[in-house]
């Protein structure tokens, strides 16, 4: 089985660089692998590679979304196995980068095979959820699938509309689909996991959200409103976002807006730290320490047994 160099950690690390920087000297492309900078439009926010960087190599799977739509682990997964293959093709190196968990897991373990989904009949299952509320779903949902019902509770939203969803595409519960054998993972990942201590990397993260701010996401988020797109949709539920959507309504002020930013990604970066402390394969690196040519070349020789 091959395998695919992955890089991981928390938002704000710095595992865009180090892929570039490998990328540059092993000949690779980038497959990004966050859930954020799938979307158009959501570019200082969501810490996407600059023009300049984006000259330095070539990357996938960003910019590609509005932000109404959605898109699933599922998908990426398939997305990505069609990229690496392609990459592989050209003879050049794949390189997974990002701190999605469910992406990784999707894309290494694979989950079961369920439907993609269909815009229209969310659009429906949404209506619906505005017309008749929550309660009335998942009572439909305990009629059709009584297992998957009880199992998330009837408050978990998108999984009772997800549970809706397959009945309606498949016409058979999503428990009975997911009974089935799981499919078997194309790829092997080999972890470069990047850490920091703790204070020093919530010091990046809030010096990158002031220095976000300065650089224009309240405009950036304004922009986005006005093109038309509603304040829950899927790309402004984003950490750091949906705060700033909260100052522009009135709700906080742009000071509180700002700490609640800070606040709320220092604590997504410490669940995705313990996401992936479970995964024990992972080697674990300081960023600050891969600089120059030959660590990284040994770096990569060590994790893939091969000479570039």
């Not at 008749?132 to 297992?147: A, M, Q, T, V």
């Not at 509770?153 to 997911?178: C, F, H, N, S």
């Not at 010096?207 to 790309?235: A, H, S, T, W």
């Amino acid at each position: 089985m091959q395998e695919i160099i992955t890089i991981i950690g928390p938002t704000g690390v710095g595992k865009t660089e180090v892929a570039i920087k490998i990328a540059e000297q092993f000949n690779g492309e980038i497959i990004s692998a966050d859930s954020r900078q799938v979307y158009k439009y959501l570019n200082i926010g969501t810490a996407k590679p600059t023009p300049e960087q984006r000259k330095r190599t070539v990357f996938h799977l960003i910019d590609f979304l509005e932000p109404d739509e959605n898109y699933s682990c599922g998908n990426f997964a398939r997305d990505a196995e069609r990229l690496i293959e392609q990459i592989v093709a050209k003879g050049r190196l794949p390189i997974v980068c990002g701190g999605t968990g469910l992406y990784i897991r999707a894309l290494f373990n694979p989950l079961h095979q369920l439907p993609q989904a269909d815009k229209e009949l969310k659009t429906r299952l949404q209506d619906m959820l505005k017309e008749k509320g929550l309660d009335f779903l998942y009572k439909k949902l305990l009629n059709i699938d009584p297992e998957w019902a009880k199992r998330i509770g009837p408050k978990d939203k998108q999984r009772i509309l997800r549970g809706l969803e397959v009945y309606e595409i498949t016409g058979k519960p999503l428990t009975a689909l997911i009974k089935k054998e799981k499919q078997k993972a194309k790829y092997k990942p080999k972890y470069i996991g990047l850490i920091l201590p703790r204070d020093e990397l919530y010091k990046r993260i809030d010096e990158r959200y002031e220095k976000m701010i300065e650089q224009g996401l309240v405009d950036e988020v304004k922009n986005i409103l006005k093109m038309g797109f509603k304040p829950d949709c899927y790309g402004l539920r984003t950490i750091g976002y949906k705060e700033i959507v909260k100052y522009l309504q009135g709700e906080w002020d742009l000071e509180t807006a700002i700490e609640k930013a800070k606040q709320h990604t220092r604590n997504f970066a410490k669940r995705q730290i313990t996401w992936f402390k479970k995964i024990p394969e992972i080697n674990w690196y300081n960023p600050v320490n891969l600089h120059g040519e030959s660590v990284l070349e040994n770096l990569i020789k060590k994790l893939s047994g091969k000479r570039f």
